[in-house]
């Protein structure tokens, strides 16, 4: 393929029409149909209860009120448990909640009742009518609660674990006891989540003439959500379309599926014979869709006295929530993505995954690999600090080397696959990182900064990311006949600048004009078979197959223009949409070699003419040989051995205010690796975004549960987040490119890239600069906000730091 498009930085074609505010989302869907109906959800205000009684009496009479369902309304397969995606041989005790609560609700949010009203004022008014018997039963909420079982989620789930999983490379416990020095830590992430602009949303149409159901919904998988409404409602699944409208953002929380209403909407637009939609508030959001991140840690290590780990034994704990609808992936994630671009030697890692009484847990941006980046990167500055040691030089004793690539960990990963990484060169990121933030002249910048009161500290963090996993993804390419390029792939978009990257492929390989092609995802309808959108895997995964499925159509472009040409495929060459013999003026439009492509018995148009019976073929010769097919098109897939791994590093210069101990970002840069880039400018997007909601789990957001199991911050209002004040308002970025070797395009992912390393990198840079004034303060929990960083002070009151000249002059000597 040429390199004409590929790598360059094409503005995304899609912003100007969401910048016209020409976007059409679940809620825009239907809008002026005066059939369509509106749905509410009953939600549980109780974390754990049984459900005595459900009385609806009081709604029945209630104008506009046109239906409503509880757990007793439903029947055959939507009577039963939703289904647990992704089971796994040590998930022994997983569980998944119904469309509507049967007997018993163990989150506050879980659904109770739908109901179906011809507006949704009506709709919530007569949800409000409903009357609910509870009985209250004790809730589990926290990893110590889950930990200490006093009390069940679920009564036949024995200590609330769902899961114990164990993997082991070496023998850790030995070589840790062996170790010339040794270390513990614990560290803890609390409880986060992504929260998108637009919740979830659904809207279902069912035609009775042709027996098809239309669902569209607000999802990262829109062949998953297929699958499920198919099989909840006994239809075939060629009788179920599924489209993926614009998705205000997913980051992961719309990868879960089905969600409660996204099979209630489809069974109430069958049952009724009108269009039923629903769209989340807020509120809603918080309460009832997913969470993540939180975990307990507690590592040991033993190192030698370059700080070479010789042995890493880490054992924690996950709230998976309520339910495991989405398994175990992101604890997976953690155990095997923690070891970034490290090579431990020895290597155990145990986690158990725990049932809380709060929202269920699936990925978010991120899916586990901030967690493990955290207690992997504290271990590093730990072994730093404890050696006197430049933080940098005993990440480049640890490091993978460019030579030993693939490299094999021993473990197991989410994709069932062995963890063995493709491609990367650790050593030259860092070189580049310290170059780009500054880190061996940081020293001088904080004696100036020292002397003018203010305090200041460096942070870096590296991090290893598993992308582009299978099983599959595929895509379509025709060419019409106007020499427009028409291309569809299964997998759905939030905003990640598909329709350009995917373009710039297809431009590239076929020899078209990039505004020639059109990019279609998420739609069941032109490609029913595909996985989903996420963990970094629409370049890969995608781009891989819409670059097969556009090289297929450009062999039979060749050979079909060949024979039109009378000239040799080899001789061909194609630009701007046109099939030329090289070193000659013969040339033909790809549109007319689209028209011949397809043998016609009627003209219909002056184009068809040239492609009827008795104006093209040989006579000789059937008109579509035995191999082939009419159109000028390709579809293809690309299914990867394992997956690719990314990787990156950040380092971030923070300043702490002396009284406040508020958090000031100074500077923050990035390495990438990405391998080659398809559009350099969507990757440092996806960065600069990735970056911003890094900041925000680093030192702001968090979910906070009260001991009853109610969330106390389930509004903007008080859901604590970053503005544009509080990101950095520059973000130095360099990319580093070692192909990987598993896809023809040698790119790896980027979509999480951003956000991986941010609270390790920011626990590295505040613990920086508080360590001059409290030597023994250690971050080791995160989100920390300026409250937290002012009691740990008090926590780990010193005695006066040395005068900044002094000091500066003692860490020269040493250095």
């Not at 448990?81 to 992704?86: D, F, R, T, V």
Request: charged share 25%.
């Amino acid at each position: 393929m040429t390199t004409k498009l590929f790598g360059s930085r094409v503005p995304r074609v899609e912003d100007q029409r969401f910048l016209r505010g020409q976007g059409r989302y679940v809620d825009d869907l239907l809008h002026d149909d005066p059939r369509l109906l509106h749905a509410a959800v009953l939600r549980s205000p109780h974390a754990h209860a049984r459900v005595v009684d459900i009385d609806v009496a009081d709604l029945l009479d209630v104008e506009g009120v046109v239906a409503v369902w509880t757990w007793d309304d439903l029947t055959g397969p939507m009577a039963e448990p939703l289904p647990l995606l992704i089971p796994h041989p040590t998930l022994t005790h997983g569980r998944t909640q119904y469309a509507l609560a049967k007997d018993e609700v163990n989150y506050v949010g879980e659904a109770i009742a739908f109901v179906v009203a011809t507006d949704r004022y009506v709709a919530e008014d007569a949800v409000s009518r409903i009357r609910v018997d509870y009985e209250q039963l004790p809730p589990v909420v926290g990893i110590a609660a889950a930990r200490e079982a006093a009390r069940a989620v679920h009564d036949d789930v024995p200590d609330n674990v769902g899961a114990r999983m164990v993997q082991e490379t070496g023998d850790a416990r030995a070589a840790i006891a062996a170790a010339p020095h040794t270390l513990t830590l614990d560290l803890d992430v609390e409880r986060s989540a992504c929260t998108p602009m637009e919740g979830r949303g659904t809207v279902a149409r069912w035609d009775p003439d042709t027996s098809r159901l239309t669902v569209w919904s607000s999802t990262q998988t829109s062949t998953g959500v297929r699958g499920c409404v198919a099989a909840k409602l006994g239809l075939d699944l060629a009788k179920v379309d599924v489209v993926t409208p614009d998705v205000g953002g997913g980051f992961g929380v719309k990868i879960n599926h089905p969600w409660p209403e996204e099979l209630l909407v489809p069974l109430a637009a069958m049952t009724l014979g009108r269009p039923v939609k629903f769209t989340e508030d807020r509120r809603e959001h918080f309460i009832s869709s997913a969470h993540e991140r939180a975990q307990q840690h507690h590592v040991e290590v033993g190192f030698d006295d370059d700080g070479r780990l010789l042995g890493l034994s880490v054992e924690f704990w996950h709230d998976h929530g309520a339910y495991t609808p989405y398994g175990l992936i992101v604890p997976i994630i953690t155990s095997t993505q923690l070891l970034g671009p490290y090579k431990p030697r020895n290597y155990r890692v145990a986690f158990e995954s725990l049932y809380t009484n709060t929202v269920i847990v699936t990925p978010y941006r991120g899916a586990g690999r901030p967690q493990g980046c955290f207690v992997m990167e504290r271990t590093m500055d730990a072994i730093a600090a404890y050696l006197g040691k430049d933080r940098t030089e005993v990440r480049s004793a640890n490091f993978i080397q460019p030579d030993e690539f693939p490299y094999e960990h021993g473990l197991v990963f989410q994709d069932g696959r062995e963890l063995t990484y493709d491609s990367g060169d650790y050593p030259a990121s860092l070189a580049k990182l310290k170059e780009l933030v500054g880190w061996d002249e940081f020293e001088d910048f904080r004696a100036e900064m020292a002397a003018q009161g203010r305090r200041v500290g460096i942070g870096l963090a590296c991090y290893v990311e598993g992308t582009g996993v299978g099983p599959y993804e595929g895509a379509h390419v025709h060419i019409e006949t106007s020499g427009r390029v028409k291309v569809a792939t299964g997998l759905t978009t939030q905003g990640q600048g598909h329709q350009t990257a995917f373009a710039q492929i297809v431009a590239d390989t076929l020899g078209v004009r990039f505004e020639d092609v059109e990019i279609t995802t998420g739609d069941t309808r032109k490609m029913p078979y595909a996985v989903g959108t996420f963990a970094s895997r629409a370049a890969v995964m995608s781009g891989s197959a819409i670059h097969l499925a556009a090289l297929r159509a450009k062999e039979k472009a060749l050979r079909i223009a060949a024979e039109a040409l009378e000239a040799d495929e080899s001789d061909l060459e194609i630009a701007d949409g046109v099939v030329s013999v090289r070193g000659t003026d013969a040339s033909i439009d790809l549109g007319t070699v689209a028209v011949l492509s397809n043998p016609l018995r009627y003209a219909f148009d002056e184009a068809s003419k040239a492609a009827t019976q008795f104006s093209v073929g040989d006579p000789g010769k059937p008109p579509v040989a035995e191999d082939d097919e009419p159109g000028l098109e390709g579809k293809d897939f690309y299914s990867p051995a394992r997956s690719t791994f990314a990787n990156g590093m950040h380092a971030v210069i923070v300043e702490t205010d002396p009284d406040t101990a508020e958090i000031s970002i100074l500077k923050y840069a990035v390495v990438h690796d990405c391998g080659h880039l398809i559009n350099p400018m969507i990757v440092e997007g996806q960065i600069h975004g990735g970056v911003a909601q890094g900041v925000g789990g680093a030192l702001y957001e968090r979910m906070a549960y009260d001991e009853s199991g109610q969330l106390l911050n389930a509004s903007f209002m008080d859901f604590l987040m970053p503005y544009v004040t509080e990101v950095p308002t520059s973000i130095d970025i360099d990319h580093l490119e070692t192909p990987s070797p598993l896809n023809p395009l040698g790119i790896k992912g980027a979509g999480e890239a951003g956000v991986i390393p941010s609270a390790a990198v920011f626990a590295a840079a505040i613990e920086d600069a508080e360590r001059p004034h409290h030597p023994d303060l250690a971050i080791t929990a995160m989100p920390i906000s300026p409250s937290e960083l002012f009691e740990l002070r008090l926590a780990h009151a010193a005695e006066p730091a040395a005068e900044p000249a002094a000091e500066h002059a003692a860490q020269k000597e040493t250095r």
